[in-house]
């Protein structure tokens, strides 16, 4: 099955600096990137996500980069704030695989001012 | 539109007791899915369901059962407690996709914190 392994685990940067968090996959047949925000006591909220067609897509601060033949992708957030700061986990999604996504163990990051 | 609804939001246990997590969704999807949630780890996938009356087991279904009645509903049921089963659960639903778009965005309810001691 899928493994997807997510670096760092924590990450703490000044406010206004940028964020990277990398994710890694094992299934070349994942076509789906998806990355969540998980604030504390919440369940975790999609925030951007990359389909293997794509090698980059960008939503204001936040931009995911695609590698597929290294098998692997990154989340960007420039210009970092305060309230970025949340658990962000990668993910990845075989179509026709179970119809299951397979998350990264997260990664906490802190803005701090 | 409430979402995904879970209940309750906490709840402790005695050992070998017994328990039902709710999990509701208004969005009309198909797929629904429990995850648990361990301190420092990823979200672990116990069950899901493609729609009402299919279930099948994920990653770490033992000590758990499911039902799918209804498109809605997807409770979760511990038997008997045991401490391992301290936890964050989560419940998620998602569409089957967006047309050509391939859409496939999961919501996640807010959570039930389980302690079991």
């Known amino acids: 099955g899928e493994n997807v392994e997510q670096h760092p685990s924590t990450l703490s940067v000044q406010e206004g600096d940028s964020a990277v968090i990398k994710c890694t996959y094992s299934?070349?047949?994942?076509?789906?990137f998806p990355w969540y925000k998980q604030e504390l006591g919440k369940g975790p909220q999609l925030i951007i996500d990359?389909?293997?067609?794509?090698g980059e897509k960008k939503d204001q601060r936040i931009a995911v980069t695609l590698n597929k033949t290294a098998k692997h992708f990154s989340l960007h957030i420039t210009e970092t704030q305060p309230e970025d700061s949340a658990v962000y986990f990668c993910?990845?999604?075989?179509?026709?695989?179970?119809?299951?996504?397979?998350f990264g163990t997260g990664t906490q990051l802190k803005v701090e001012l | 539109n409430a979402g995904v609804t879970q209940t309750p939001k906490f709840r402790i246990l005695k050992i070998g007791q017994s328990m039902t997590l709710q999990c509701t969704q208004d969005m009309n999807h198909n797929y629904m899915y429990w995850y648990r949630q361990d301190p420092g780890m990823g979200l672990k996938l116990i069950y899901y369901?493609?729609?009402?009356?299919?279930?099948d087991k994920g990653e770490v279904p033992n000590g758990y059962n499911v039902s799918r009645s209804t498109t809605e509903d997807f409770p979760l049921r511990l038997e008997l407690a045991a401490p391992s089963q301290t936890s964050v659960y989560f419940c998620?639903?998602?569409?089957?996709?967006?047309?050509?778009?391939?859409?496939?965005?999961?919501?996640f309810g807010p959570g039930t914190r389980l302690t079991v001691t």
């Open positions: 993910a990845a999604w075989a179509t026709g695989g179970g119809n299951k996504l397979t």
């Open positions: 299934d070349s047949a994942s076509n789906y």
């Open positions: 990359i389909r293997s067609n794509v």
């Open positions: 369901s493609v729609g009402a009356g299919i279930t």
């Open positions: 998620a639903s998602r569409s089957p996709g967006q047309g050509g778009t391939g859409i496939y965005e999961q919501y």
